[in-house]
Each structure stands twice: as structure tokens, then as C-alpha cells.
């Protein structure tokens, strides 16, 4: 492992956090209907089986910030892995509903707190000619732990006890700690705390020397009065700067929330469900369609690495979100005339979109855009924003189905979309290949949403 590329370890490590992640919020789709037969689990019990992760979810993003401000980022994931250990193993023991209630509330703190610390260690610890692929390998590699959990139900659903189907996630979780076991601690972390020559040491290890030694030369060559900030010596907050970084902080909190409210994490958990409101039988015919769906959205994030530090984040987002809007017109005219194929090719065009631009693009742009001194908190409140939501709609889909139908459901999620597409036209900047310290010192500047990245073709790297 130490003998590969720093680039390919930090994307491993951020591959079996994603998996577990994905893993983690799906498993439950697959054996939803047979717990509610075990457990005798009516609508409302079942929507909260499904939204106890997710509620924990929230808290572990909420830990995430003063924990890996004071003890850094690694000990973070490892807390995060033993959660995930203790979890799965608590699972696999074919536990009564008051402890599985209790391994996913386990499960859910580790994801939550790696929905923050892990794309933003990632963006600490990748060149910026790779940073965008790297912190985007992490949606990949969540749709691949969904990918995972919709094979795992499909393939053995009627073989495998339900505790097996959901205990697989132990695995991805095993090897994460030893990858994590070859990584050293965040350099900028490091430099933050003032701990020099260890962050020297880890940006060697990591391969950033030259980053390193050009944001070092360029600080010195500044006088005090013009100094850009970097994360040892962060810049005095000025009204203009405050705002910028207030403006960041919406930002990134509303494209979570377009995120969830897209409808991306109903169709994910209750994904079964809904394939029999559109038509399709119960069983092996609905999960059937739950795979293909779980297919499109991993192959769909393959193509999503290539493009975000080649088309950019900009572009990506407002195409992605207008096809988004696409795919669930047609989802709506399919369940209104009862045209269950018709939904599936809505719904397919909606992962897809999804996963190229909504999906990945939330945490490339957290992890780049808040300056390194509020960096924990401004990604913790972002990402707590998001479980928040993603518990709302978790906690109450099924009954919103039942109360005004699917198709105005859906029609709610279409107007998510729509308000993605014009917030992304009018305030999204575009930060493809630009260092952290240079936008950091646009932020600091006070500089509008829109100008916070380079124009595309220049900057270094480029």
C-alpha cells in the first residue's frame, strides 16, 4: 500500500468510507418488507426504522467539526470505522428491533461523520490538478455501496437471512482501516495547529512539496498588510470577507438541501416501494428495477470523475440539473397513464443526471470553497444540513405518497430541481484546478460568489 501513488491511497480511503456510506443508507431497502413482516411494522414504524440512520446521521455531522478540529482528521475516521465495526457486528448477530434501532443509530453517527471529515481530508491532501476527481470518487464510490446493497438483496434475497443481506457492509469497513492505517494526518490540519514540521513531513508524504513550497513563497513575498491567508497564519475577518463567507456557507447548505429535496434520497430508500406504485410486481420484479436503477447511478458517477475537473463544476451542474427536471416529467407521466417502463426510464435519466451533477458536485464544492480557519465548521453545518433534510424526507415519504399521490410527490421534487437549475446559472463559481489557498484568498477578499474561482483555461495546472 505505502509503495502506490498518495493520490491512489487517499482515493481508496475515500472509495471504502463511500461504500459504507452508500452501503449504509440503502441496505435497509432491500429487507424493508420483511422486517415489517417480523417485526409487525406499519407505515409510520417503518418510515422510522428507515430514518433512525439518517437522524444519526445528523449528529455524527454535527461531531464531526469540534472533533476533528481538536483531534484531527485521521482519529475522526478512525471513530468512525470503529462505529461501523461495532454496528455490522451487532447486525450480524440477528439482533431484536430495540438493538438493530440501535447498530443503524451506530452506523449513522459513523456516516455522518464521514460525510464530512473524509471529502474534506481528501481535498487536503490531493493535488489541485486531482482534487476534484478525488473528492468526486466519493459519490462514486457511495453509488457503488448503493450498487452493492441493491445486488446483495437482489442475488439473495430469498437464500439469505435479512441480518446477512444488511451485515455485508463489515467488510468495506475492514479494509477502509487498513488503508487508513498507510495515510498520514491532513498537512493543513497540521499546519493549523502549528505544527510545522509535521505538516511538512505529511505533504511529502502525500506529494504536495510543490504546493506547499509555492503557497510558503508566495506568503512570504506579501507584506502583513496584503498577506493571503493560509492555514497557520488565517487572515483577519473583514465585513467584506464575513459576507463573502456567509454567502459561501448558503451556498453550499442550499445545494445540500437541493440535494435532498431533489428527491434522490426517497427514490434511494424506498425505491422497491415505488417501482410497484409505478407497476411493476412486488419482489423480484420491483428489485429487479431497483438494481438497474442502482446500475445507471454508478455508471453514470464513472463518467461524472471524468468530467468534473475537465468540463468543470458550473457546466456539469446546470446540465445536470435541467435533465434532472426532464426525468421526472416523465416519471409523473408515467405514474398518471400508468407506464411503469416509461418510469423507469424517467427515473434512469434522473440517477444519471444526478449523478454528474447534484450527486458529487455538493461536496467537491465545500470542501473547496470555505476558507481553511472555518473549514470544519462551515463544512459541519453544510453537511448537518443536509442529514436534516435528508431525515424530513426519509421520515415522511411514504406517508406524503399515501396522503397526495405519487405524481404530485414527484412534482414537488421537479420544482427542487428547477431551483437548482437557476441558483447554479446565477451564483455557482467555477473552481476547476484552482489551489485552496487561492481561493481562500478570494473568499478573505470579500469577493462575490461567481468570481470565487479562476476563469476557466488559466490558473495553475490548467
Known amino acids: 500500500m505505502r509503495g502506490l501513488d498518495p493520490s491512489y491511497r487517499v482515493a481508496a480511503l475515500v472509495c471504502c468510507f463511500g461504500i459504507l456510506f452508500g452501503f449504509g443508507i440503502t441496505s435497509i431497502a432491500g429487507v424493508l418488507e420483511r422486517l415489517a413482516v417480523i417485526f409487525q411494522l406499519d407505515t409510520s414504524a417503518q418510515e422510522t426504522l428507515v430514518s433512525t440512520l439518517v437522524i444519526a446521521c445528523f449528529a455524527g455531522a454535527m461531531l464531526a467539526a469540534p472533533l476533528s478540529s481538536r483531534w484531527g482528521r485521521r482519529p475522526v475516521m478512525y471513530l468512525a470505522f470503529a462505529l461501523t465495526l461495532a454496528g455490522y457486528a451487532v447486525i450480524l448477530s440477528e439482533p431484536a428491533y430495540g438493538v438493530l434501532i440501535a447498530a443503524r443509530l451506530a452506523l449513522g453517527i459513523s456516516i455522518g461523520l464521514s460525510s464530512m471529515v473524509v471529502p ?6 490531493t493535488p489541485a490538478r486531482k482534487r476534484g476527481a478525488v473528492v468526486a470518487l466519493f459519490q462514486l464510490a457511495i453509488t457503488a455501496g448503493i450498487l452493492l446493497s441493491y445486488t446483495v438483496a437482489l442475488l439473495f434475497v430469498s437464500s439469505w437471512s435479512w441480518f446477512y443481506i444488511m451485515g455485508v ?4 469497513g475492514i479494509l477502509g482501516v487498513w488503508v487508513l492505517i498507510n495515510l498520514p494526518e491532513s498537512p493543513r490540519w497540521l499546519s493549523a495547529k502549528s505544527r510545522l514540521e509535521d505538516a511538512g513531513n505529511a505533504a511529502r508524504a502525500l506529494s504536495l512539496q510543490q ?5 510558503a513563497r508566495q506568503e512570504e513575498s506579501l507584506d502583513a498588510n496584503t498577506h493571503v491567508p493560509s492555514a497557520a497564519h488565517p487572515a483577519t475577518p473583514t465585513k467584506k470577507s464575513r459576507t463573502s463567507i456567509v454567502a459561501v456557507l448558503v451556498l453550499c447548505s442550499t445545494l445540500f438541501i437541493l440535494q435532498n429535496f431533489s428527491g434522490i434520497d426517497a427514490i434511494l430508500y424506498y425505491a422497491p416501494h415505488l ?8 419482489g423480484t420484479a420491483s428489485l429487479a428495477a431497483t438494481f438497474g436503477l442502482g446500475l445507471a447511478n454508478f455508471l453514470a458517477t464513472i463518467v461524472a470523475l471524468k468530467l468534473v475537473d475537465n468540463a468543470g463544476r458550473r457546466p456539469l451542474l446546470i446540465f445536470g440539473s435541467a435533465l434532472m427536471t426532464v426525468g421526472l416529467a416523465l416519471v409523473i407521466l408515467a405514474s398518471l397513464y400508468a407506464m411503469p417502463y416509461i418510469g423507469l426510464i424517467g427515473l434512469c435519466l434522473f440517477i444519471v443526471a444526478f449523478a454528474i451533477s447534484l450527486g458529487p458536485l455538493p461536496y467537491v464544492m465545500m470542501s473547496e470553497l470555505f476558507p481553511s480557519a472555518i473549514r470544519e465548521n462551515g463544512i459541519a453545518v453544510a453537511s448537518s444540513i443536509s442529514w436534516l433534510f435528508n431525515a424530513t424526507i426519509a421520515f415522511t415519504f411514504l406517508s406524503v405518497i399515501n396522503t397526495i399521490g405519487l405524481s404530485a410527490t414527484i412534482g414537488i421534487f421537479m420544482v427542487v430541481c428547477l431551483m437548482s437549475l437557476i441558483i447554479s446559472i446565477i451564483y455557482l463559481p467555477e473552481t476547476r484546478r484552482v489551489r485552496l489557498e487561492d481561493i481562500e484568498t478570494k473568499v478573505m477578499q470579500g469577493e462575490k460568489l461567481r468570481n470565487l474561482g479562476l476563469p476557466r483555461g488559466t490558473g495553475p495546472n490548467t
Open 120 to 125: 474534506m481530508y481528501a481535498a487536503e491532501a
Open 169 to 172: 457492509g463489515i467488510i468495506p
Open 275 to 282: 417501482f410497484q406504485t409505478l407497476g411493476f410486481a412486488p
Open 211 to 215: 504546493e506547499w513550497h509555492e503557497a
